[in-house]
């Protein structure tokens, strides 16, 4: 069975300093992996996937994450904070096999000005 | 393009009673997919279709249930309601299963059980 754990349920960073956001799965197969932002009141909003080829992936919003394999991990990044990157922050797994998606608890992040 | 549009957005049910939700993809997604969401258990899979298939079902009982029509538009009834039925329920399509394709989500309806 495919799982996610986002280890820190909450994230608390000062704007313009650097952020990161824990995630590590288990799946049987090779993973698809995918980080997705919950703003309050709202459905979630995709922000970057890594299926294969470079480790360091770019998505919206100057957001980057890093697929190592060896560590089963996908952490979300970014340079420097804003205070409107404040949200909720989901990891999630699907093998290739195309099952089902495995979301994380979810991480709340706070940038504070 | 339009998102995907989710109706009704609030619904307010007493026990016992069942609930159709329903839900519109992006034009040209055949894949829809449900999660329900809630602040202890988080985002829980129920069920992912497409092309009027069911692909894959979440670890929820019997009284859940789904499906897809032609036009790809997706509804999901839950039967017999439980106060733990109390969440908000997502609906998200992408435009074709699984594998590496991201979702996108609608803005969700938030049942209440009574």
């Known amino acids: 069975a495919q799982s996610v754990a986002q280890p820190e349920d909450q994230v608390n960073v000062a704007e313009g300093n650097p952020l990161t956001v824990k995630c590590t799965y288990s799946v049987s197969g090779n993973p698809y992996l995918f980080w997705y932002v919950q703003y309050p009141n709202r459905g979630l909003q995709f922000l970057l996937k890594?299926?294969?080829?470079?480790?360091l992936v770019k998505g919206s919003y100057g957001f980057e994450a890093e697929f190592n394999k060896s560590q089963t991990s996908f952490h979300l990044k970014k340079p420097s904070a804003l205070v409107s990157d404040s949200a909720l922050y989901f990891c999630a797994v699907r093998d290739t096999n195309a099952g089902k998606s495995t979301f994380g608890d979810g991480t709340t992040l706070t940038v504070k000005p | 393009k339009a998102g995907v549009t989710q109706t009704p957005r609030y619904l307010i049910k007493t026990r016992g009673q069942q609930v159709t939700l329903s839900c519109s993809p992006i034009s040209g997604h055949r894949s829809v997919s449900w999660y329900q969401q809630t602040p202890g258990q988080g985002l829980q899979f129920l069920f992912e279709?497409?092309?009027?298939?069911?692909?894959n079902k979440g670890n929820f009982p019997g009284r859940f249930s789904g499906r897809q029509f032609s036009n790809s538009r997706s509804e999901m009834n839950v039967s017999t309601l439980e106060l733990g039925d109390s969440a908000l329920y997502l609906c998200?399509?992408?435009?074709?299963?699984?594998?590496?394709?991201?979702?996108?989500f609608g803005p969700g309806t938030r049942l209440t059980v009574l």
């Open positions: 998200a399509s992408s435009p074709a299963a699984g594998g590496g394709n991201e979702q996108f």
């Open positions: 890594y299926i294969t080829g470079d480790n």
């Open positions: 279709y497409f092309s009027e298939t069911q692909r």
